[in-house]
């Protein structure tokens, strides 16, 4: 696997992560340790099936779709998700259609059925555009990080200020990106769904700045 593959696949991972930890009807069904248990299998979980969850109507997308994903993916990245945004953007998803349940479970638990509902109601909430473009901004975000981190092994200081730069790169292509909303098919959509990312990108750079400014104090 490349290493832009990996990366991608890191993200994708994060994102399903991410809609399981903000799905309140999940919150209801499952206690603490079975969320931790469901981490631990989506980080498990065969990278063309997490594909697939997100994208292809919960199907195993093939590797031809996978390689197209990814270099959907990386365009994206490197100019922007502004020329997505507002469009409907089924048709470059790895396979197309809409987002549907995948009809597998991916933990066996009593009273249990996490794919199901993350499929179902989390990822019908979490809509396509907003997903390709979080997508779009974690593989940025690591594509910038791998290097310097890899570099400073050891030195969690340093690690940090790489994060932190590589943030502002991140907000600094969200807010060109919001400048070009107005092209767009949808502009005010647009605008809403890079706002969200701008506010999420936002709070995590604030999360390592405590971390460096703490660390600089000792």
């Known amino acids: 696997m490349s290493n832009d593959s990996r990366l991608i696949e890191l993200s994708c991972k994060e994102v399903l992560m991410s809609i399981v930890k903000e799905s309140k009807s999940l919150d209801k069904k499952l206690s603490f340790f079975q969320k931790t248990l469901l981490y631990d299998k ?3 979980m065969k990278y063309e099936k997490v594909i697939g969850l997100l ?15 990814e270099s959907k993916t990386k365009k994206t990245a490197k100019y922007g998700i502004a020329a997505y945004t507002g469009r409907k953007l089924a048709k470059y998803a790895a396979g197309g259609g809409p987002l549907k349940a995948g009809p597998k479970t991916i933990l066996k638990t009593r009273n249990v059925h996490p794919l199901k509902d993350v499929g179902g109601k ?13 997508v779009a ?18 030195n969690k200081q340093a690690q940090n200020v790489c994060k932190m730069e590589a943030i502002k790169k991140v907000i600094g292509q ?19 769904k890079l706002s969200k990312e701008l506010i999420k990108w936002h709070t995590k750079y604030q999360q390592y700045l405590v971390l460096v400014t703490k660390s600089r104090k000792k």
């Open 42 to 44: 989506i980080k498990e």
């Open 55 to 69: 994208f292809n109507e919960g199907i195993e997308v093939t590797a031809e779709q996978k390689r197209e994903f």
């Open 122 to 134: 989390a990822i019908k909430k979490a809509k396509f555009k907003g997903m390709i473009g979080a």
């Open 137 to 154: 901004g974690l593989y940025l975000y690591r594509k910038l990080t791998d290097p310097c981190v890899r570099k400073n092994l050891g």
């Open 174 to 192: 969200i807010k060109s990106d919001m400048g070009k909303c107005s092209s767009t098919s949808n502009p005010s959509k647009c605008q809403e």
